[in-house]
């Protein structure tokens, strides 16, 4: 027989036919009254919640909490996407936190709204009013559809562009609203194509110059009272850059494809300069950010280049996140 002193349990059961110290069941029955809710205590009550340095804080809130929300295309069609929310608040440095569940529930709020930048400040005039802040932003995050035709079969097919709206509420008052659009084209060499034709031309040498799917990250400001369509900024890189990648091809399609590649031979830094002509030229966007990644296929590495319109105190070239450019 084993001499070795039982530990004491709380809650599991020491011995047959004993009870545990500690009883664990749940209530399913259970609703709380309000004068139930009352008793309970509040965190943000407590006098030494506060932990650290009693600093303000500049975003504190919740990330990706998903749901279904509906959007207008170009056309005027209602389409419902799953949209990824990001939604946050200034805290001051008196203020212990913030309650999360406030920032989702004033979204749910008007989760039947049709959304766009505009929408958002409703959204955030709520945020500051339910938690106290002076500073509120929120970023929704979605996948747009876009039908695309084929070069030249006609075929269809559905394209995909990953998109964000954005819309910040200043302590000033004022409200920026701002576009976040990904495109997915393919970029030919043009050092390459010209040593392709010198190889045919000097040796009769048959060469393919290199290409790869690369993209470009536009990141736009909105002026105060203008509004622009993810199809918008679709077009403008189209025309740019000429080189979508396409969704569905005959022969007809991968071969018209390769001349367009032909004829539009660019590198990274073109790309940059060309989207950066088109986004000039409309009056809606005041300022801009442009991201292109060139996923080399001559070269272990990508190029990559960055560019802004150049406002003061806007948008700077500062865009280190390559990776997430990976397509």
Do not use: W
């Not at 035709?149 to 409200?175: D, H, M, N, P, W």
């Not at 393919?186 to 390459?192: D, I």
Request: hydrophobic letters at 35%; a negative charge.
């Amino acid at each position: 027989m084993s001499t070795k002193n039982k530990s004491k349990m709380y809650l599991h059961k020491a011995g047959k036919g004993e009870a545990a110290p500690i009883t664990r069941s749940y209530d399913a029955e259970f609703l709380p009254s309000d004068e139930y809710r009352e008793t309970m205590p509040d965190v943000m009550e407590a006098s030494d919640s506060l932990q650290g340095s009693s600093v303000p804080i500049q975003q504190v809130g919740v990330s990706n909490f998903r749901l279904p929300l509906k959007f207008r295309k170009a056309s005027g069609e209602i389409i419902t996407l799953e949209a990824s929310v990001v939604g946050t608040v200034s805290l001051d440095a008196n203020l212990k936190g913030i309650n999360m569940s406030r920032i989702i529930r004033s979204f749910y709020d008007l989760k039947d709204e049709v959304f766009t930048p505009d929408t958002l400040k409703t959204v955030l005039d709520s945020f500051r009013d339910n938690v106290e802040s002076f500073d509120a932003r929120i970023r929704l995050n979605f996948n747009y559809p876009i039908m695309q035709t084929s070069l030249r079969s006609g075929l269809e097919g559905y394209q995909y562009y990953r998109a964000s709206i954005e819309g910040k509420l200043l302590k000033s008052g004022v409200f920026e609203k701002y576009v976040h659009f990904d495109y997915v084209y393919s970029s030919s060499c043009p050092c390459s194509a010209e040593l392709a034709e010198h190889a045919r031309d000097t040796r009769n040498a048959y060469s393919i110059p290199h290409s790869q799917r690369s993209k470009a990250r536009v990141s736009v400001k909105l002026a105060s009272d203008s509004s622009l369509a993810i199809e918008d900024l679709q077009l403008h890189c189209l025309n740019a850059l000429k080189t979508e990648t396409q969704v569905m091809v005959k022969r007809e399609d991968e071969q018209a494809f390769a001349e367009l590649n032909g004829v539009y031979i660019k590198f990274v830094e073109d790309a940059a300069r060309l989207i950066y002509k088109e986004l000039d030229g409309d009056d809606r966007i005041v300022d801009f950010q442009v991201a292109c990644s060139h996923l080399e296929s001559l070269h272990s590495h990508d190029a990559v280049s960055v560019i802004c319109k150049g406002v003061p105190g806007g948008f700077r070239a500062d865009f280190m996140d390559f990776d997430d450019l990976i397509c």
